[in-house]
């Protein structure tokens, strides 16, 4: 049996990967991994794709998201996925904070110990 990953929110360290985003790797094992992100209004992320399955939950505020040429607004409560492989991208209506599981893990999100 493996090991639970217990992280306490203010034990995750927050980082800015692009500006007008943060980013907190929360809970993760060899399999998933738990991300939070806080987006400014206004935010807009770059197009991109990876080979990881990424299921998102729109805590509070509002997101438009392209997912392989869709366009949606989802706001808080919404969830969605997004199927490894498929080109994406996202933008914040408002001042957002959304939750993306990943599997498998992101390595490259993994912190450095």
């Known amino acids: 049996m493996k090991e639970m990953a217990?992280?306490?929110i203010g034990d995750a360290a927050a980082f800015t990967p692009e500006p007008g985003m943060k980013?907190?790797?929360?809970a993760h094992n060899d399999e998933l991994m738990l991300v939070r992100h806080l987006f400014e209004k206004d935010w807009v992320g770059a197009r991109h794709s990876h080979?990881?399955?990424q299921l998102v939950y729109v805590v509070k505020g509002a997101i438009r998201v392209d997912v392989g040429g869709?366009?949606?607004d989802v706001h808080?409560?919404?969830s969605f996925v997004?199927?490894?492989?498929?080109?994406?991208?996202a933008s914040a209506?408002?001042?957002?904070e959304?939750?993306?599981?990943?599997?498998?893990?992101r390595e490259e999100y993994r912190p450095k110990k």
């Open 51 to 53: 080979p990881h399955h």
């Open 6 to 8: 217990f992280v306490k």
């Open 23 to 26: 980013r907190q790797v929360l």
């Open 93 to 96: 209506l408002e001042e957002s």
């Open 98 to 105: 959304v939750l993306d599981v990943f599997t498998p893990v």
């Open 76 to 78: 808080a409560g919404d």
């Open 82 to 89: 997004v199927e490894g492989g498929v080109e994406h991208q």
């Open 70 to 72: 869709e366009v949606i």
